[in-house]
Antibody, heavy 120, light 111 residues
Framework: EVLLVESGGGLVQPGGSLRLSCAAS????????MTWVRQAPGKGLEWVSV????????YYADSVQGRFTISRDNSKNTLYLQMNSLRVDDTAVYYC?????????????WGQGTLVTVSS | QSVLTQPPSVSGAPGQRVTISCTWS?????????VHWYQQVPGTAPKLLIY???NRPSGVPDRLSGSKSGTSASLAISGLQAEDEADYYC???????????FGGGTKLTVL
């Protein structure tokens, strides 16, 4: 069974930093791109970033470009999201998901999510 | 404002059929980009319902179906059940931005 478990969320002040982790199991982790998607309270889904299986190809949403860094450790089957210069509008549940198929691919499955709250 | 446009809400009585639309501009989503659909019950993670415009993962009942034509896609749910009450999102890929995009979501209410 494919399982994704996020951790690392919490309360942080504006301008602060946080690192999220996503532990993967049940599939060949290095063989798949992985992605982060977030959902602000009461709002819809917003794609954040994607990383290729090798880690060599990375893309970000404009809203986080230059502040967030996605990475992965294939030896530990773990995906990361380093979030710096956090803003109040970064408050959201952050989900990691396995990306399937090509560039136009889909996300399946998703982790349970971890809540990040940016507030003073 | 989402690249993909969905109606904020739809509703139907048990047993009825409802459709949820997802539309976009051809300048954003190319003809080669597929559309995928997710269901999210409040308080839980999204779940894949339809991939590649019209394909159902195993375990998704055949009363759910997807289609795509031109600059729009649709998710149809027939034989509506109480358990279908949830939020539904379409998703695709904007190759001009190298970015994945979601619709704003549609809340389905079973009357």
């Amino acid at each position: 069974e494919v399982l994704l478990v996020e951790s690392g969320g919490g309360l942080v002040q504006p301008g602060g930093s946080l690192r999220l982790s996503c532990a993967a199991s049940g599939f060949t982790f290095s063989g798949y791109p992985m992605t982060w998607v977030r959902q602000a309270p009461g709002k819809g889904l917003e794609w954040v970033s994607v990383i290729s299986g090798s880690g060599h190809t990375i893309y970000y949403a404009d809203s986080v470009q230059g502040r967030f860094t996605i990475s992965r450790d294939n030896s530990k089957n773990t995906l990361y999201l380093q979030m710096n210069s956090l803003r109040v509008d970064d408050t959201a549940v952050y989900y990691c998901a396995k990306k399937v198929a090509g560039s136009s691919g889909w996300f399946d499955p998703w982790g349970q999510g971890t809540l990040v709250t940016v507030s003073s | 404002q989402s690249v993909l446009t969905q109606p904020p809400s739809v509703s139907g009585a048990p047993g009825q059929r409802v459709t949820i639309s997802c539309t976009w501009s051809s300048s954003n989503i190319g003809a080669g980009s597929d559309v995928h659909w997710y269901q999210q019950v409040p308080g839980t993670a999204p779940k894949l319902l339809i991939y590649g415009n019209s394909n159902r993962p195993s375990g998704v009942p055949d009363r759910l179906s997807g289609s795509k034509s031109g600059t729009s896609a649709s998710l149809a749910i027939s034989g509506l059940q109480a358990e279908d009450e949830a939020d539904y999102y379409c998703q695709s890929y904007d190759s001009s931005l190298s970015a994945y995009v979601f619709g704003g979501g549609t809340k389905l209410t079973v009357l």
